[in-house]
């Protein structure tokens, strides 16, 4: 085996609480208003982050952003300081300072779509910062995620930066989370696949309950920006009865490594076509096709929702088999354990279950796989990469102790307007770009 995948995990930041933002996400929804606890969630993303690392696989963090975001606020009329513009928004419009104080970026699977070199005509890595313009709250992130993703992959030679697409539905985009790759080695040639969840110019399909949040026009603008090739690509629809279920990307309902894909049996539109020209693909490449079915009588959509089944990782571990990393949801319900414990008997390449607790993400609506982004590198590419955000001991303890100076144990939406909240979230960014060595990423330090 050649190549890396290297797996960046979202920092959740100061200011994690419980708002109900993401209509469509059904955990979000379910669990608005309650008292979050922004240590705790930092701490087992960190968790997660050092177990992988202690596994051999390449791990690395992403860093969380400014929030609450002062500058758009401004932008809507909030005057005064800084202080005097968070209790303005407060008094006016509690959701709206809640929209604005969101750690959604946490979700680093929605930062942006990746294509390795080995796939682009350039041979370069690409990167294109998803818009996420179907939620406001989301809509401003991509501003910050470019300058921290230009800050991580700082080298013309090997990284190829995109801005964000135009903001409109037309172009809707939510980064890898609708995004795969199937291949062998990380760094030769792979087959890309992109879920959309709706097709503006000319499509008939779509949800009617939940929106789709990710269009077949934004996934065709990637491919073209990041110069793919179209015998090694492939456009699948979501099931719109899904989406309309909670399966508001396709990373709740699907995931692939390597020649893996692990997927539910009402996951795609025309999903026998899709399997196929997936198959063909691959073996234009002289590569195995892996796929992992999971019967609707095992698995109901409504508990792969409700457990993140879907929103796991899939790992090639050293010894070349793979491991499943599921949240500790899916070992609380019955039929979802009793299927993973059958599926690593099947003799595919997944052998191995590994069980992480984070509920304070899953009650925000995202588990293991909306944390992390995939970056499949070589190994002059990895040599490129920033070195201070890879995890290690010493960075584990640094970020543990960083966490336990700036963050809280209880975080309730009234607390947002607390000036003291914005000087310590301030105050905890600005260390952390030095501990990363991010440079000035952030706008109040602009």
């Given at each position: 085996?050649?190549?890396?995948?290297?797996?960046?995990?979202?920092?959740?930041?100061?200011?994690?609480?419980?708002?109900?933002?993401?209509?469509?996400?059904?955990?979000?929804?379910?669990?608005?208003?309650?008292?979050?606890?922004?240590?705790?969630?930092?701490?087992?993303?960190?968790?997660?982050?050092?177990?992988?690392?202690?596994?051999?696989?390449?791990?690395?963090?992403?860093?969380?952003?400014?929030?609450?975001?002062?500058?758009?606020?401004?932008?809507?009329?909030?005057?005064?300081?800084?202080?005097?513009?968070?209790?303005?928004?407060?008094?006016?419009?509690?959701?709206?300072?809640?929209?604005?104080?969101?750690?959604?970026?946490?979700?680093?699977?929605?930062?942006?779509?990746?294509?390795?070199?080995?796939?682009?005509?350039?041979?370069?890595?690409?990167?294109?910062?998803?818009?996420?313009?179907?939620?406001?709250?989301?809509?401003?992130?991509?501003?910050?995620?470019?300058?921290?993703?230009?800050?991580?992959?700082?080298?013309?030679?090997?990284?190829?930066?995109?801005?964000?697409?135009?903001?409109?539905?037309?172009?809707?985009?939510?980064?890898?989370?609708?995004?795969?790759?199937?291949?062998?080695?990380?760094?030769?040639?792979?087959?890309?696949?992109?879920?959309?969840?709706?097709?503006?110019?000319?499509?008939?399909?779509?949800?009617?309950?939940?929106?789709?949040?990710?269009?077949?026009?934004?996934?065709?603008?990637?491919?073209?920006?990041?110069?793919?090739?179209?015998?090694?690509?492939?456009?699948?629809?979501?099931?719109?009865?899904?989406?309309?279920?909670?399966?508001?990307?396709?990373?709740?309902?699907?995931?692939?490594?390597?020649?893996?894909?692990?997927?539910?049996?009402?996951?795609?539109?025309?999903?026998?076509?899709?399997?196929?020209?997936?198959?063909?693909?691959?073996?234009?490449?002289?590569?195995?096709?892996?796929?992992?079915?999971?019967?609707?009588?095992?698995?109901?959509?409504?508990?792969?929702?409700?457990?993140?089944?879907?929103?796991?990782?899939?790992?090639?571990?050293?010894?070349?088999?793979?491991?499943?990393?599921?949240?500790?949801?899916?070992?609380?319900?019955?039929?979802?354990?009793?299927?993973?414990?059958?599926?690593?008997?099947?003799?595919?390449?997944?052998?191995?279950?590994?069980?992480?607790?984070?509920?304070?993400?899953?009650?925000?609506?995202?588990?293991?796989?909306?944390?992390?982004?995939?970056?499949?590198?070589?190994?002059?590419?990895?040599?490129?990469?920033?070195?201070?955000?890879?995890?290690?001991?010493?960075?584990?303890?640094?970020?543990?102790?960083?966490?336990?100076?700036?963050?809280?144990?209880?975080?309730?939406?009234?607390?947002?307007?607390?000036?003291?909240?914005?000087?310590?979230?301030?105050s905890a960014l600005d260390e952390l770009t030095q501990i990363?060595?991010?440079?000035?990423?952030?706008?109040?330090?602009?």
């Open positions: 085996m050649s190549g890396y995948e290297l797996n960046i995990d979202g920092l959740v930041g100061p200011t994690h609480h419980y708002a109900g933002l993401s209509f469509g996400n059904e955990a979000s929804t379910k669990n608005s208003k309650n008292t979050s606890n922004p240590k705790l969630a930092a701490k087992q993303g960190l968790l997660k982050m050092k177990a992988l690392s202690d596994l051999g696989l390449k791990q690395a963090v992403f860093a969380p952003q400014e929030r609450p975001h002062v500058l758009t606020l401004r932008q809507l009329g909030f005057t005064g300081t800084d202080e005097q513009v968070i209790t303005q928004a407060m008094k006016t419009s509690p959701q709206l300072l809640s929209n604005l104080s969101s750690a959604s970026c946490m979700w680093t699977a929605n930062s942006c779509t990746v294509s390795p070199s080995a796939d682009s005509a350039d041979g370069k890595v690409h990167f294109t910062t998803a818009n996420l313009n179907n939620k406001f709250h989301r809509s401003i992130e991509h501003p910050t995620t470019g300058r921290i993703l230009r800050a991580m992959f700082n080298n013309d030679a090997y990284f190829a930066h995109h801005d964000a697409l135009p903001p409109v539905s037309m172009f809707g985009d939510e980064g890898a989370a609708n995004h795969n790759r199937l291949g062998g080695a990380y760094d030769r040639k792979s087959v890309q696949i992109f879920v959309y969840g709706q097709q503006f110019i000319g499509g008939q399909l779509a949800p009617q309950k939940y929106p789709a949040r990710q269009s077949l026009e934004a996934s065709q603008a990637i491919a073209r920006l990041h110069h793919l090739n179209d015998a090694q690509t492939v456009f699948v629809q979501q099931n719109p009865d899904v989406i309309d279920q909670g399966v508001f990307h396709n990373d709740v309902i699907a995931v692939s490594n390597q020649q893996v894909l692990f997927y539910h049996e009402h996951a795609f539109v025309n999903k026998a076509q899709a399997l196929e020209e997936i198959r063909q693909k691959m073996a234009d490449l002289d590569e195995q096709f892996i796929p992992i079915e999971v019967p609707a009588q095992r698995v109901t959509v409504a508990d792969a929702v409700n457990t993140y089944l879907f929103n796991s990782q899939i790992l090639t571990r050293a010894d070349g088999k793979m491991s499943i990393v599921v949240p500790e949801e899916s070992r609380q319900n019955e039929a979802v354990w009793s299927y993973l414990n059958d599926m690593i008997k099947l003799g595919t390449p997944i052998d191995d279950i590994k069980v992480f607790d984070l509920r304070e993400s899953m009650r925000n609506g995202g588990g293991p796989a909306c944390l992390r982004l995939r970056v499949a590198l070589s190994q002059a590419e990895l040599n490129a990469v920033n070195p201070n955000i890879l995890m290690n001991d010493t960075l584990f303890n640094t970020l543990n102790a960083w966490v336990d100076r700036h963050y809280r144990d209880e975080l309730a939406q009234e607390e947002l307007a607390d000036p003291e909240l914005l000087l310590q979230s301030r990363l060595k991010l440079g000035s990423v952030y706008d109040f330090q602009r």
